[in-house]
């Protein structure tokens, strides 16, 4: 599969015809006509956009439509999104680049037919709201927003989703999260919220939800055992949701690589953890005063304190509740009960 060969420009009909371009595609409309101008881009043979970066300097109101090729293309748009902006991802596993503006939150309401969407915002926020004509039925959509800084947030609202499945992955500051309401996948998850750093209020959906932790760092704050921050999971369904850990072999810090035997680790109440004396072994419980899932990295008999994971944690089973996930957030080892 090649590169774009062709690029095809309409403004008001006129048509500009662009051969030649090997690897990078700059396509730069300038333009203060009214909102009735048309900037169309169609690669919809079997050529690649390898890169395309686009930008916009008009009246916010031109109606502006990408067609993606049938191969894997890569779009960058840069801070131009907005609900004129009409792109459709083609076949092949696609990504859009963009700078979410501040102010708006339909930048992506028709957009379809990708598989990765990349907030590339660091020093500003970003909010969008979402339906299904982002999703793939039965596919996965990656939204990755990891660069906004700490001093930053996402907002962003997957909830009125019904026919395909979330992976997601918030930035250093404290995000708001709301996954899709699609039925669950066989032997899978409808969502895998990762908040990043930050104190995270995160949402699942009406099915099976991941919630995932990469880093002690990932839980707001809290790693001294001081109190307060965690993320806040509004909605976590005991034995239906899970905690996810990742294994120290994938770069994780919780001091577990399987799954394994990880139920005589968890305690699901703060009684049953105070009972554990003089264990020093890394461990979760849920302090049932508090509501919140705890973690200690020296058990109940070291020196450390726990640390708050998450809060609106009203129960936990530890058979079912918390498990070790490799790098691709597979499922690593077994509990036995």
Do not use: R
Not at 46 to 67: A, L, M, P
Not at 301 to 329: K, M
């Amino acid at each position: 599969m090649g590169s774009l060969t062709d690029v095809h420009v309409t403004v008001n009909g006129s048509q500009i015809d662009n051969s030649g371009f090997a690897t990078d595609v700059t396509t730069t409309l300038n333009s203060s006509a009214s909102h009735t101008s048309t900037f169309t881009v169609n690669a919809s043979g079997t050529e690649d956009f390898t890169h395309f970066h686009y930008s916009y300097s008009g009246d916010g109101t031109n109606v502006v439509d990408i067609q993606g090729s049938t191969g894997a293309d890569t779009l960058t748009m840069g801070s131009d999104m907005s609900s004129h902006v009409h792109i459709t991802g083609g076949g092949g596993t696609d990504t859009l680049h963009f700078t979410d503006a501040v102010g708006t939150s339909d930048d992506l309401s028709h957009v379809s037919a990708f598989s990765n969407i990349i907030f590339d915002n660091i020093g500003s926020n970003a909010s969008e709201t979402v339906g299904d004509s982002l999703f793939t039925s039965g596919q996965t959509l990656n939204v990755d927003a990891h660069t906004i800084d700490s001093s930053h947030a996402l907002t962003f609202d997957a909830s009125g989703v019904t026919g395909g499945y979330l992976y997601i992955q918030g930035g250093a500051g404290a995000d708001t999260i709301t996954g899709v309401n699609t039925n669950s996948p066989a032997n899978g998850y409808s969502n895998v919220l990762f908040g990043g750093g930050g104190a995270d209020t995160l949402t699942g959906g009406s099915g099976a939800d991941l919630f995932l932790y990469k880093s002690l760092s990932d839980n707001g704050g809290d790693t001294s055992g001081t109190g307060g921050a965690g993320d806040t999971i509004t909605n976590f369904t005991s034995g239906t949701d899970k905690f996810a850990f990742y294994a120290d072999n994938a770069g994780g810090s919780f001091g577990y690589n399987t799954t394994t035997g990880l139920n005589s680790h968890i305690f699901t109440s703060t009684a049953g953890y105070n009972a554990s004396g003089a264990s020093t072994s890394p461990c979760w419980f849920l302090d049932d005063t508090g509501h919140s899932l705890m973690y200690d990295a020296d058990g109940h008999g070291g020196g450390g304190a726990a640390v708050v994971i998450a809060n609106n944690i009203n129960s936990l089973n530890a058979n079912t509740d918390i498990i070790i996930v490799d790098a691709a957030h597979h499922q690593v080892g077994t509990i036995i009960t």
